[in-house]
């Protein structure tokens, strides 16, 4: 009998699954009607197990990551340069995806109507200065117990940021310790990723019978509206290639065919990190400079992940029927570019990430599984967008720093 290895890597890929569930699901919400909402409950035990891994998932990851910069030596010139680049494209992305999402609607075709309303009605959001109280937390075990999403981050901030602090030795110790709990909740959330697609065909299944095929218009907007605003993010990447890199855009795609190629058969950034790699080397960039800054951004920098997690909570505010002011949309976009940093290195892993923002903002979590359905094809130009970014900032800092040597040695 062959190794259990060996006949999964028979099948189709998670993403594709998952679009053949929904596949599966829609066309079974058709033929039995109603009928088909009696199977909604397995799409809320994938809710369920996803969120059980989710939360301890993202407190894990983000000390790893902190603990682990820290251990590399510091901040130095090129780690501000490069921190600065990622905050400003990621916060760019945020914004675009806002501006498209925010024009285009498409949860609006999902929203309550006299002749039916999805889920339970509009959803009433905590105020700013709640939202803001609650990001806080007031016992390290209780925010875990109740299932209070953005204080677990603040918590995972503050214990990182705490490990700058301790000598190496320690420091080393508590890296270990994170690291491997890191690992072993990834492959927690891989295991209960394969259930995904059973999950998706379950809730669209469900959805396809109770509101019939008016979902279908509302979903086809929101693919549009994530494609628009990557194609957006990747001219904002030619425009700084061009004016702070002075490298043509056209040469920059030709030398890097083979990351997007990769990333899109992927849609995982971390598997597309060794393409990176060798892209930057044959493009003349320097080791000493893309060895941190690429692994660095694979990490940090997810431009792409930022505008879906922007995406889906305006997506499902609109939905059910919910307005976000100034201050609501601030705390979003912070908690988009936070989520988006920790996201797990895994394909498909950013709907985790999705889950917990919808959950932070009090709303429903079935339409993220919904969306999870076409995850797919919205996964594989974010992954592009997320490495890219990265190898554009990396250009930019090397192109800077050659013009400062040059100024030096004049």
Known sequence: MPPVTD??????????????????????????????????FLGDIFIRLLTLVAVPLVFFNLITA????AASGGVS???????AFFA????????????VVGLLRPGAGLAPSEGGEPGAGPTATPGFEDFLFTMVPDNAFRVFVDDRVTAVVVLGLMVGFATWGLDRERRADVTRFFASGTALLRQLVSGVLWFGPVGVAALAAASVGEYGSSIFGPLGVYIAAVWIADVAIFALYFVALRFLAATSPLSFVRRTATVWTTTVSTCSSLASLGASLNAAEKMGLPRSTYALTLPLGAQFNKDGSAVLLCGIVLFTAQAVGVSFGVGELLVLIALGALFSAAAPGVPNGGLVNQFLLLRAFGLPVEIGVLVAGIYRLVDMPTTTANIMGDLVGTTVVHSKQKEESSVVAS
Not at 66 to 69: D, G, K, R, V
């Open 7 to 40: 006949a999964r890597r028979r099948l189709p890929s998670l993403g594709n699954l998952m679009l053949i569930g929904m596949g599966v699901g829609v066309a079974a919400g058709i033929v039995l009607g109603e009928s088909a909402t009696r199977a909604s």
């Open 66 to 69: 902190l603990a682990s910069s």
């Open 77 to 83: 010139r090129l780690l501000l340069r490069i921190g």
């Open 88 to 99: 400003l494209t990621t916060v760019a992305a945020q914004l675009i995806a806002l501006a």
